[in-house]
């Protein structure tokens, strides 16, 4: 678990079961993401029960003054060359300016310091400016465009590829934090 201020990513729990599917099935969070069809409960149940167990993935509650606003999951984790890819999203609506900022910051944290990582990958869609530009003011490097890759909503559309390293982290972690939880340096 990370804490920072009044901000935590903590591992997923059985409570959080039913937010969950809340914020996978909301229109904001589904517009970027992969699977964007509506969630029936027992997909969701596999999909959960899976989750809290799953040997080669880390997922996360990010939350707010204990109030769960957001997750973050890491899959992929292969221990043998240090990486993996992160997906997030904040699932609650109207949260303070910095939120977006708090929970990747933490994020990045799990990544490097807890689960040991050299590199961490992370996809999105080239028309999600929020996510990309959030890509950008973290330093993660674009590692390349897979052009028209995903079909969404009938259309083909684009997948920026990102990719940011053990020892960025390292050197950047205190602007980082600094960028991130400022009011001056925050954005959603």
Request: glycine share 8%; charged share 25%; with cysteine.
């Amino acid at each position: 678990m990370h804490r920072f201020d009044d901000c935590e990513l903590r591992p997923i729990r059985l409570g959080d079961k039913d937010i969950l599917l809340a914020w996978r099935n909301s229109d904001p969070v589904r517009s970027n993401m992969y699977t964007d069809h509506l969630i029936r409960p027992e997909e969701h149940e596999r999909w959960f029960a899976s989750a809290l167990q799953h040997p080669n993935a880390s997922f996360m509650v990010f939350a707010l003054r204990g109030v769960p606003a957001g997750f973050s999951s890491f899959t992929g984790i292969t221990r043998e060359h240090q990486r993996c890819t992160w997906g997030f999203y904040l699932g609650e609506q109207n949260l303070p300016k910095g939120t977006g900022s708090a929970l990747a910051y933490l994020s990045l944290a799990h990544a490097f310091d807890t689960l040991g990582m050299y590199k961490l990958a992370s996809e999105a869609f080239a028309f999600n400016q929020g996510s990309v530009g959030l890509h950008r003011k973290l330093g993660f490097r674009e590692e390349g465009r897979l052009v028209e890759h995903y079909v969404k909503q009938g259309r083909r559309e684009d997948i920026l590829c990102f990719a940011k390293f053990s020892h960025q982290w390292e050197s950047d972690r205190q602007a980082l934090r600094a960028l991130c939880f400022s009011p001056e340096g925050a954005s959603k």
